[in-house]
Nanobody
């Protein structure tokens, strides 16, 4: 069974940093496109950062230069290093996998193996 477990969220002040982790089970993260999404109440899940099977990455414009997605294939763990956090980054963050290895859309409907999410709160 494909599962993901996120951790690392918390409350920080504007300008602070957090590192999120996502431990995958039932599938290998290097065989799938892995993406971090975030969601605030009343809005759809937004794709934030993705890494494909070849290690290529992409980011949504609002986090470019501040967030870095990475993975440890030995630990089968995905990471999101978030620096220079802003109040608008406040959300529940989720990791998810597609069945595609190289195609990494920012459309939540194309993903599965969702975790329970981890809350990130940034205060001004």
């Amino acid at each position: 069974q494909r599962q993901s477990v996120e951790s690392g969220g918390g409350s920080v002040q504007s300008g602070g940093s957090l590192r999120l982790s996502c431990v995958a089970s039932g599938y290998g993260i290097s065989a799938n496109c892995m993406t971090w999404f975030r969601q605030v109440p009343g809005k759809e899940r937004e794709g934030v950062a993705a890494i494909n099977g070849a290690g290529g990455t992409r980011y949504t414009d609002s986090v470019k230069g501040r967030f870095t997605i990475s993975r440890d294939t030995i630990k089968n763990t995905l990471y999101l290093q978030m620096n220079s956090l802003k109040p608008e980054d406040t959300a529940v963050y989720y990791c998810a996998a597609t069945v595609s290895r190289y195609y990494c859309p920012f459309h939540a409907d194309e993903y599965n193996a969702w975790g329970q999410g981890t809350q990130v709160t940034v205060s001004s």
